[in-house]
């Protein structure tokens, strides 16, 4: 049998509301080990919610959700037998049965007398005829997107067993304009491309926007003033304030996973180096000290390690290091020049840019070194960014001829390669932790 247990979550920001009744995926028929590399899509039945106005569009977006991952195969609707008109009610599980959905999802979408939306879903195991979850979550009407996100991160934790990323966001820079007076704009976006709002203005370059791993905080570079400078903005309010002026050009700041730190790489003379401050007190702590260029640093999601890129060696490689600047070792030992490295909050890959025979790629590592796989090569990729749980990758190309970058994701089987489409050209994401 399976145990059910009541999981109760407020999202303050979205002002979102859940309920919800969890299986246990260890018991649950249905289930994708994920673990295992490359896998065959589960055939899901996602059906169109009853009533509201909203109702088809939730469903749609969680059907997206979940084809986009890789994991999941929707099934033509039009393959439907049986028409849900009360989810509360058992479905007609050999009609599902015979067009071979593995899972279904019903729902129900109604507005509350206060205006809300109440959504509630049920994930069901047609071949063990048993529900496998359910939930419930009330929104004001414009959050119903997020809604639908929440519910996909509920599917996909079901089967999978491992937290989604649906219901998160993406900070980028946005590119408008001729190439050669090419416009670059802050920008941010739910993780699928939709909901995109610009942060800045545009009158001042930015570059390498990352989040802080527990707020609604972003830290940058700018060019204002031709001055170049690291930011923090709060997503929320818009306030932006400077973590400091610093002498030469500052390099791909990032914060320290308890968010009290930002690391980066400052540039005197012909040489940079790499640096943490301290958000609270400004005092800075430099940690290499070469004639080389070190920069792009990583910490590791314990912050014990900080993996980093450097040319000590004669070309672009990447070293790992302990947190306070000592046990400096090289990891990477291929042909070719690497870069950008990213650890992954799961702790257990670096992700990296690697250009070789004319052509960039993106790849993963283990932190020693070992295990290297190349996901996806292209005329010209760049910048890859984790999903908090660690098992996609989002990167930006550009294609030889197309006038700007785009920005893709890619799974850790390197097979599901997906365009994630924004209004103009886009560079430089960097993935929200999940929201709360």
């Given at each position: 049998?399976?145990?059910?247990?009541?999981?109760?979550?407020?999202?303050?920001?979205a002002?979102i509301?859940?309920?919800?009744?969890?299986?246990?995926?260890?018991?649950?028929?249905?289930?994708?080990?994920?673990?295992?590399?490359?896998?065959?899509?589960?055939?899901?039945?996602?059906?169109?919610?009853?009533?509201?106005?909203?109702?088809?569009?939730?469903?749609?977006?969680?059907?997206?959700?979940?084809?986009?991952?890789?994991?999941?195969?929707?099934?033509?609707?039009?393959?439907?037998?049986?028409?849900?008109?009360?989810?509360?009610?058992?479905?007609?599980?050999e009609?599902?049965?015979?067009?071979?959905?593995?899972?279904?999802v019903?729902?129900?979408?109604?507005?509350?007398?206060?205006?809300?939306?109440?959504?509630?879903?049920?994930?069901w195991?047609?071949?063990?005829?048993?529900?496998?979850?359910?939930?419930?979550?009330?929104?004001?009407?414009?959050?119903w997107?997020?809604?639908?996100?929440?519910?996909?991160?509920?599917?996909?934790?079901?089967?999978?067993?491992?937290?989604?990323?649906?219901?998160?966001?993406?900070?980028?820079?946005?590119?408008?304009?001729?190439?050669?007076?090419?416009?670059?704009q802050?920008?941010?976006?739910?993780?699928?491309?939709?909901?995109?709002?610009?942060?800045?203005?545009?009158?001042?370059?930015?570059?390498?926007?990352?989040?802080?791993?527990?707020r609604?905080?972003?830290?940058y570079?700018?060019?204002?003033?031709?001055q170049?400078?690291?930011?923090?903005?709060?997503?929320?309010?818009?306030?932006?304030?400077?973590v400091?002026?610093?002498?030469?050009?500052?390099?791909?700041p990032?914060?320290?996973?308890?968010?009290?730190?930002?690391?980066?790489?400052?540039?005197?003379?012909?040489?940079?180096?790499?640096?943490?401050?301290?958000?609270?007190?400004?005092?800075?702590?430099?940690?290499?000290?070469?004639?080389?260029?070190?920069?792009?640093?990583?910490?590791?999601?314990?912050?014990?390690?900080?993996?980093f890129?450097?040319?000590?060696?004669?070309?672009?490689?990447?070293?790992?290091?302990?947190?306070?600047?000592?046990?400096?070792?090289?990891?990477?030992?291929?042909?070719?020049?690497?870069?950008?490295?990213?650890?992954?909050?799961?702790?257990?890959?670096?992700?990296?840019?690697?250009?070789?025979?004319?052509?960039?790629?993106?790849?993963?590592?283990?932190?020693?070194?070992?295990?290297?796989?190349?996901?996806?090569?292209?005329?010209?990729?760049?910048?890859?960014?984790?999903?908090?749980?660690?098992r996609?990758?989002?990167?930006?190309?550009?294609?030889?001829?197309?006038?700007?970058?785009?920005?893709?994701?890619?799974?850790?089987?390197?097979?599901?390669?997906?365009?994630?489409?924004t209004?103009?050209?886009?560079?430089?994401?960097?993935?929200?932790?999940?929201?709360?």
């Amino acid at each position: 049998m399976i145990k059910n247990k009541l999981i109760r979550a407020l999202a303050i920001a979205a002002g979102i509301f859940a309920t919800m009744i969890v299986g246990s995926p260890a018991n649950a028929a249905v289930t994708i080990d994920i673990r295992k590399g490359n896998v065959q899509p589960l055939p899901i039945a996602i059906t169109d919610f009853v009533q509201g106005d909203m109702a088809a569009q939730i469903s749609a977006v969680i059907a997206a959700d979940l084809q986009r991952s890789g994991l999941f195969a929707p099934i033509n609707k039009q393959a439907f037998i049986e028409k849900i008109t009360n989810p509360d009610t058992s479905p007609r599980f050999e009609d599902w049965k015979a067009i071979n959905a593995q899972a279904l999802v019903t729902g129900r979408v109604t507005q509350q007398a206060d205006g809300r939306l109440r959504a509630e879903y049920r994930l069901w195991d047609t071949f063990a005829g048993q529900q496998l979850s359910s939930g419930q979550f009330f929104a004001q009407p414009d959050s119903w997107r997020r809604v639908a996100h929440i519910i996909a991160d509920a599917i996909y934790k079901q089967i999978t067993g491992e937290d989604g990323y649906f219901d998160t966001r993406v900070v980028f820079v946005s590119e408008s304009g001729p190439k050669q007076q090419r416009k670059r704009q802050l920008a941010i976006m739910d993780q699928d491309g939709f909901n995109v709002r610009t942060l800045t203005d545009g009158r001042d370059l930015v570059l390498t926007p990352r989040f802080s791993p527990n707020r609604q905080e972003v830290t940058y570079m700018s060019f204002a003033n031709n001055q170049p400078r690291v930011y923090l903005l709060q997503l929320e309010t818009g306030q932006r304030e400077v973590v400091g002026n610093f002498p030469g050009m500052t390099f791909s700041p990032r914060f320290s996973p308890d968010g009290q730190k930002v690391i980066m790489s400052l540039q005197q003379d012909s040489n940079s180096n790499i640096y943490t401050m301290d958000l609270r007190s400004r005092t800075t702590t430099r940690l290499t000290s070469t004639a080389a260029i070190d920069t792009s640093p990583s910490y590791s999601p314990d912050g014990q390690k900080v993996a980093f890129e450097s040319d000590r060696g004669g070309q672009s490689q990447i070293y790992v290091m302990n947190a306070d600047g000592s046990g400096q070792t090289r990891i990477s030992f291929g042909d070719g020049r690497y870069s950008t490295p990213v650890w992954s909050p799961r702790g257990d890959l670096i992700a990296f840019t690697k250009q070789s025979g004319g052509k960039f790629s993106i790849g993963v590592m283990k932190p020693d070194g070992s295990g290297e796989r190349i996901l996806t090569t292209g005329f010209h990729n760049e910048g890859p960014t984790w999903a908090p749980n660690g098992r996609v990758i989002m990167f930006f190309r550009e294609a030889a001829g197309s006038g700007g970058p785009q920005l893709y994701s890619i799974d850790l089987s390197g097979y599901n390669e997906q365009l994630i489409k924004t209004p103009g050209y886009a560079s430089d994401p960097a993935w929200s932790p999940r929201l709360e």
